[in-house]
């Protein structure tokens, strides 16, 4: 898998390359884009309105995207090998994890 990873003051964006399957806090999701939005509260939302002209302006299809607000900054991440930690969420990218760190993950299944 080729990922790619575009940061900026308010949106983490990581391409996945192509739609994955992912196993996610709330169950198994398809996805090619993983956002983080800055928000004053943490979730997970499909695209339906919230979030979804913001990253259609940015040229992102909502229908590929998985999307997470959080209060953080998106610039406030950590890159361990393969995998992304944020503040309240953690993205796996080599498959699932031993134990979950957070309230909010992913991970992409092998």
């Not at 983080?36 to 299809?61: D, N, T």
Request: aromatic share 8%; net charge neutral.
């Amino acid at each position: 898998m080729q990922a790619s990873l575009k940061v900026t003051p308010t949106l983490l964006l990581l391409d996945l390359g192509e739609v994955r399957r992912l196993h996610t806090q709330d169950g198994p999701r398809l996805a090619r884009f993983i956002a983080v939005l800055r928000e004053p509260q943490a979730r997970c939302v499909r695209l339906r309105g919230v979030g979804a002209p913001a990253l259609m302006r940015k040229g992102i299809p909502p229908g590929e995207t998985l999307l997470y607000t959080l209060p953080d900054d998106p610039l406030d991440f950590e890159q361990e090998g393969p995998n992304l930690r944020l503040p309240g969420l953690r993205l796996y990218l080599s498959g699932p994890p031993e134990f979950v760190e957070t309230p909010f993950y992913a991970w992409v299944e092998p």
